[in-house]
């Protein structure tokens, strides 16, 4: 039989990476989790999965492997994401972080979902959330991926996973990046649908069935 390991990325300034200064932008994310993850995925396969601003800086790296050392995932996971070449972003990446205000930022964080109430009612647990929020909005607005016409970068097969009463993403342009297949499931909720126990448990199934089905 086979084993797959498993292993989640702590970005600084958060967790127990607490007291580490943030990332200054997506490109010293990307470099860090390279020089981390090499040696791991040089003799193995690999794959990634990530979730909302986690799946840029999935695709990021996937994409950092790729090019400089010719490492590609054998399937791509993403959920909660606009496609990397979407027009969906510019949007998002426009808004001058500097002139919102707090509250502006904690009625977005309330409308995501994911949070426990009584987080937000704790002033030192809601001044760090705030702080790692506007941090992760600050580095996503520093990411940028512009494709090349007939430039497909991956040949692996993407699964993109979204809540079904989240707001819609733009996917398309996910089916542009591979020569792989691409497929998509909506799953029941908002923005973190995945914290839903019968949600995680069709993803863990469904991951799982996707890389034994590579023959690893």
């Known amino acids: 039989s086979t084993s797959c390991a498993v292993s989640s990325v702590r970005l600084?300034?958060?967790?127990?990476?607490?007291?580490?200064?943030?990332?200054?932008?997506?490109?010293?994310?990307?470099?860090?989790?390279?020089?981390?993850?090499l040696k791991e995925v040089q003799d193995?396969?690999?794959?990634?999965?990530?979730?909302?601003?986690?799946?840029y800086v999935s695709f990021a790296v996937a994409l950092n492997l790729k090019e400089k050392y010719g490492l590609e995932p054998i399937h791509l996971f993403v959920s909660g994401a606009h496609a990397p070449n979407s027009e969906a972003l510019l949007p998002i990446q426009s808004i001058r972080i500097h002139?919102?205000?707090?509250e502006?930022?904690?009625?977005?964080?309330?409308v995501l979902g994911g949070t426990p109430p009584e987080f937000l009612q704790n002033e030192d647990i809601k001044k760090q959330l705030l702080l790692v929020f506007k941090e992760d909005?600050?580095?996503?607005?520093?990411?940028?991926?512009?494709k090349a016409e007939n430039y497909i970068p991956f040949t692996c097969d993407i699964t993109c996973f979204n809540g079904s009463e989240d707001d819609s993403h733009d996917l398309e342009g996910w089916h542009n990046i591979t020569s792989g297949d691409t497929s998509f499931y909506n799953l029941p909720g908002g923005h973190f649908y995945l914290l839903e126990r019968s949600n995680e448990i069709f993803l863990t199934?469904?991951?799982?069935?996707?890389?034994?089905?590579t023959g690893i």
């Open 137 to 146: 909005f600050r580095v996503f607005q520093t990411f940028s991926f512009e």
């Open 205 to 213: 199934k469904h991951i799982t069935k996707c890389i034994e089905n």
């Open 44 to 55: 193995k396969p690999f794959a990634f999965f990530g979730h909302s601003f986690g799946s």
């Open 12 to 37: 600084p300034g958060r967790e127990c990476r607490l007291k580490e200064p943030f990332a200054k932008d997506m490109t010293a994310i990307v470099n860090e989790i390279t020089s981390v993850l």
């Open 104 to 110: 502006e930022f904690l009625k977005y964080i309330e």
């Open 99 to 102: 002139e919102k205000r707090d």
